[in-house]
C-alpha cells in the first residue's frame, strides 16, 4: 500500500512529456515478438502492465530487451512458432495483457495458464473464451469465466465471422491475433467502432487486414491466416488516456498554461478531448501530423477554472471509455449537471469504476444520481469540499482521477494505495509535481 494525498495547487505551467500510450506498447511488443526480423520500439510505455506483456512474450520464446539507448529491441519467434511458456504467466494488474495474449496463444499448439492480482481475477473472461472456443481453442477457468485460466491453444483454428456483443477492442483484438494462424479468413462485426490500434499496426508489420463498412454501417475486420509478420521500426506516440490527467488539472485551475506535446488523437480514443471542449475547456492541437499510422499533436491547455455540465451522447463512451472516471472529477467541478449514459463497461473495469466514482464523490459533497449504466454530477461551479480518504480498489485511473481532484479542493484528499499507479503511468507523481501540483506520500514526505 503506498498511500498519497493530494493538496490544493497553484496554476500549472509547463511542458511535460507524457509517457507512450499503453494500448500501442502492448501492441508493438507483441507483434515484434511474433514478426520475422527485428523490431525496434521508441517511447515504449514502461510501466507494469506493459512489462507484463513483454516478460509473457520472452516467456514464449521471443527476445525483447531494452538497450541503454531506451529503444526495446525483440527478435520475433515468427507466427504460429511461439513456445509453450513453463511456468504461469503473471498477468498482474493487465486486462489488455490477458485478453490479447489469450487470443494469441488460443492459435498455437501450447497450453499455458495465466493468472494475475486481485483485480484482473475479478475480471471477466468468458468474452474471449467464447469466441475463441468456437474457433477451437479450449478454456477452462474458475466460475463466473475468472482468472487463473488454463488455455489449450491449437494450429488448427477456425474461420469464424463474429459479431462483437460488446464494443470491445480486447475482445475485438483477441479474434484477430487468433486469425493470424487460421486456416482461411477471420471476421469481426463491430457496431460501434472501438480503438483501431491491432488494425492499424498489424498493417505496419506488413499483414494485410480488410476493413469493410456493412450496410448497417457496422464494420467488418477481416484477416487472413498464415502470413508472417515483418519486423519494423516503430515510434509509439503518447498516451491520450495518461494526458488526460494533467490535462483536467489544468483546466480546472484558472490561470494554468501546459503544453503535453506528441499526444496520440486517433479518433476511436480522443473522445474525452471533444468532451472537455464541449464543457468549454480551451485546448488547442496544435503541429497536428501522423506518427507510427496515427494521427498526433502537442495539446496546449489553458485553464480557467470555468466549466459547464453538458450531456455526453452514449454515442462516444467508446471512444473514452478509460477517461470517465477523469471526466467525473471535472463534471464536479463544474457549473451545471452533466449526464453520461451508456456506461454499462466501466462495472468491469479494473475495478467497478462507476460504483467507486459515484461513492468517491458523493464522499467529497458532491451531488450526483449513479443508475445500472449512468452517472448525473451536479456542479455547481465550485470544487467540492475534499477531506477525505478514498480506496482504490487497485485502480490506477481512480487513484489518480483522485489526485487531480485533490489539486482544486479546499481541504487535501488523500487515496489508500497509489501502487496501481505504476501499471500505466510510471512518474505520474513527479510530472504533475513539475507542473505545479502537492502530491506527497502521506508516510514520507514529497514524492520524486
Ligand atoms: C484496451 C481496450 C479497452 C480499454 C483498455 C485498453 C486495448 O478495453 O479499456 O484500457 O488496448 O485494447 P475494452 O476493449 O475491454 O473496452
Not at 141 to 168: C, F, H, N, W
Amino acid at each position: 500500500m503506498r498511500p498519497l494525498e493530494s493538496k490544493t495547487s497553484s496554476p500549472l505551467s509547463g511542458s511535460a512529456r507524457i509517457p507512450g500510450d499503453k494500448s500501442i506498447s502492448h501492441r508493438a511488443l507483441m507483434f515484434g515478438g511474433l514478426a520475422q526480423g527485428e523490431t525496434i520500439i521508441s517511447g515504449l510505455l514502461e510501466g507494469e502492465d506493459v512489462i507484463a506483456t513483454a516478460l509473457a512474450m520472452r516467456a514464449m520464446g521471443a527476445k525483447i530487451g531494452r538497450g541503454d539507448d531506451g529503444l526495446w529491441r525483440c527478435e520475433g519467434v515468427g507466427v504460429g512458432f511461439l513456445k509453450e511458456p513453463e511456468d504461469v504467466l503473471n498477468m498482474g494488474n493487465s486486462g489488455t495483457s490477458t485478453r490479447l495474449l489469450g487470443g494469441l496463444i488460443a492459435g498455437h499448439a501450447i497450453s499455458a495458464v495465466m493468472s494475475g492480482d486481485g483485480s484482473l481475477r475479478k475480471r471477466p473472461m468468458n468474452r474471449i473464451t467464447k469466441p475463441l472456443s468456437e474457433m477451437g481453442a479450449t478454456f477452462m477457468t474458475r466460475t463466473g469465466g475468472r482468472l487463473p485460466m488454463m488455455i489449450q491453444g491449437t494450429d488448427q483454428i477456425k474461420s469464424i465471422e463474429y459479431r462483437l456483443p460488446v464494443a470491445s477492442a480486447q475482445v475485438k483484438s483477441a479474434i484477430l491475433l487468433a486469425g493470424l494462424t487460421a486456416q482461411g479468413d477471420v471476421t469481426v462485426i463491430e457496431d460501434t467502432p472501438t480503438r483501431d490500434h491491432t488494425e492499424n499496426m498489424l498493417q505496419a508489420f506488413g499483414h494485410g487486414v480488410r476493413v469493410v463498412t456493412l450496410e448497417d454501417g457496422a464494420q467488418a475486420i477481416t484477416v487472413t491466416g498464415g502470413t508472417q509478420l515483418q519486423g519494423c521500426s516503430f515510434d509509439v506516440p503518447s498516451d491520450p488516456s495518461s494526458a488526460a490527467f494533467p490535462c483536467v488539472a489544468a483546466l480546472l485551475r484558472e490561470g494554468s498554461d501546459i503544453t503535453l506535446p506528441n499526444i496520440c488523437l486517433n479518433e476511436r480514443r480522443a473522445g474525452i478531448y471533444t468532451t472537455l471542449i464541449e464543457m468549454g475547456a480551451d485546448i488547442k492541437f496544435e503541429n497536428e501530423r501522423m506518427q507510427g499510422g496515427e494521427k498526433v499533436a502537442d495539446l496546449h491547455i489553458r485553464g480557467t477554472g470555468a466549466l459547464n455540465g453538458i450531456d455526453v451522447p452514449a454515442s462516444r463512451v467508446a471512444s473514452m471509455i478509460d477517461e470517465f472516471p477523469v471526466l467525473a472529477v471535472a463534471t464536479s467541478c463544474a457549473n451545471g449537471t452533466t449526464r453520461m449514459t451508456g456506461l454499462e463497461e466501466l462495472r468491469v473495469k479494473e475495478s467497478d469504476r462507476l460504483a467507486v466514482m459515484a461513492e468517491g464523490l458523493a464522499k467529497c459533497g458532491v451531488r450526483l444520481e449513479m443508475g445500472e449504466d449512468s452517472l448525473t454530477v451536479h456542479g455547481n461551479g465550485t470544487p467540492p469540499q475534499g477531506g477525505v480518504n478514498i480506496e482504490t480498489h487497485l485502480d490506477h485511473r481512480i487513484a489518480m482521477s483522485f489526485m487531480v481532484l485533490g489539486t482544486v479542493t479546499a481541504q487535501p484528499v488523500r487515496i489508500d494505495d497509489g501502487a496501481p499507479i505504476l501499471t500505466s503511468f510510471p512518474n505520474f507523481i513527479e510530472l504533475m509535481n513539475d507542473l505545479g501540483c502537492e502530491i506527497t506520500e502521506i508516510n514520507g514526505g514529497a514524492c520524486k
